[in-house]
């Protein structure tokens, strides 16, 4: 049986920030799917962090740039214009989901021209299937891509904030359209069902982001080293972070705090650390291989974030054998067992995560338990070999005809 070539899209790729994207390609590609990487928009220079990402932004066809090519453009149009009622269709389709005003039309008219130049590319390459993660504008471009080739494509929905505007981004006719959804978490593909019609919630399936455990090394458990890997933004919580910090620091004069990652809030984040001094270190962006070998000298890992899918750092230092503390939000329980592979604590509450950061330093025999409960759970649910493979299943399933079974009956 032949697999199904894939094309993916997102709107950045590679981006630092996510690199499950590429952990999962690669390991559709290692079952021996062809993966044609697409992106709308060129990956800023501070994203490549390590030869992973570089390699596959040389690989990866960017949209905008080569819509910006005239004769690129107007031959994509001329392409699809003659077959000029698939062409209206999409036309309509695009027309029809934009976002009120003028400048919702404008966007979704430019991204019909960027489609038909995806399109095209499609075309040439021979691509069965598109995929594409995060629902927004790329996904948009996906829809009308698909519309204008006739080549089934089917999206990742992550949340939370796709589901803060669901109308401004027609996620209802997206998944009414798609040929599946693989949704990150079963409280992921719920909040599609208040959205999706009915109708369509049979195609909406769970598929877990996941990480290879077997990249992670067992932490040692012997300091007080804390440490957070995400975006420095508002969504995730670090001034609460911080907070935490300055209450146990008389208490812990040798505790530390990494944080991995960069954001627009850095500078603001760097100001409210400063009275902290040495206990607070801001590394940026780094590496797959560096942010695995912070890991491996990691006692307790914390992301007292606001809003959440299922972050796939959790992921990783649960592979490592790390506890973590994160907040009881969205789909973080269903990767993080409360006493068992870590603890989970209200959003908001600097003074409770303070509470779980002080339990946790206080034994390190639990926070070995806690550790191997953790990476038996990403080994178990969690393996992106694994997860890869349920969407293979789909891609192949799907093109097949055949309706693949729900994950409970794939175990």
């Given at each position: ?65 080569a819509a910006k090519n005239p004769f690129r453009l107007v ?78 494509y089917s999206f990742t929905i992550h949340g939370p904030d ?250």
């Amino acid at each position: 049986m032949s697999l199904p070539k894939l094309a993916y899209l997102t709107g950045e790729y590679p981006r630092a920030s996510d690199t499950f994207i590429q952990r999962e390609i690669a390991a559709l590609r290692d079952i021996g799917h062809e993966v044609l990487t697409c992106s709308i928009r060129t990956t800023g220079a501070e994203h490549l962090v390590g030869p992973e990402q570089r390699d596959e932004h040389a690989r990866t066809f960017r949209v905008l740039s080569a819509a910006k090519n005239p004769f690129r453009l107007v031959k994509a149009q001329l392409r699809f214009a003659l077959t000029p009622l698939r062409y209206l269709r999409a036309l309509k389709l695009a027309w029809g989901t934009a976002p009120r005003g003028i400048r919702g039309r404008a966007y979704n008219l430019a991204y019909f021209l960027e489609a038909a130049v995806l399109a095209d590319r499609l075309k040439r390459e021979k691509i069965d299937h598109l995929h594409n993660h995060i629902a927004k504008a790329s996904c948009t471009v996906a829809m009308l891509a698909s519309e204008l080739s006739g080549i089934p494509y089917s999206f990742t929905i992550h949340g939370p904030d796709i589901f803060f505007e669901p109308a401004h981004w027609r996620i209802d006719e997206k998944a009414a359209r798609a040929r599946f959804v693989a949704c990150i978490s079963d409280y992921c593909r719920s909040q599609l069902m208040c959205f999706a019609d009915p109708a369509h919630w049979d195609k909406l399936h769970v598929v877990h982001c996941g990480i290879d455990p077997d990249r992670y090394d067992t932490a040692p458990h012997k300091g007080q080293v804390l440490l957070f890997v995400g975006r420095l933004a508002g969504v995730k919580g670090v001034p609460i972070l911080l907070d935490a910090v300055a209450e146990l620091a008389p208490r812990y004069p040798g505790l530390r705090l990494a944080l991995i990652g960069d954001g627009p809030d850095r500078a603001a984040l760097e100001e409210r650390a400063k009275p902290l001094g040495e206990q607070v270190l801001f590394l940026g962006y780094q590496s797959q291989d560096a942010v695995a070998e912070a890991l491996s000298q990691t006692d307790v890992f914390v992301l007292p974030s606001f809003a959440e899918g299922v972050p796939v750092v959790l992921m990783e230092a649960m592979a490592a054998g790390v506890p973590v503390i994160a907040t009881r939000i969205a789909g973080i329980p269903e990767l993080v067992s409360h006493w068992e592979s870590g603890l989970l604590v209200p959003p908001g509450d600097a003074h409770a995560l303070s509470e779980a950061i002080e339990q946790m330093l206080g034994s390190a025999d639990q926070r070995r338990v806690m550790g191997a409960v953790g990476r038996a759970t990403v080994e178990a649910d969690f393996n992106i070999h694994i997860e890869a493979l349920r969407l293979s299943n789909l891609f192949t399933g799907y093109g097949d005809g055949e309706t693949p079974p729900k994950r409970e009956l794939m175990e």
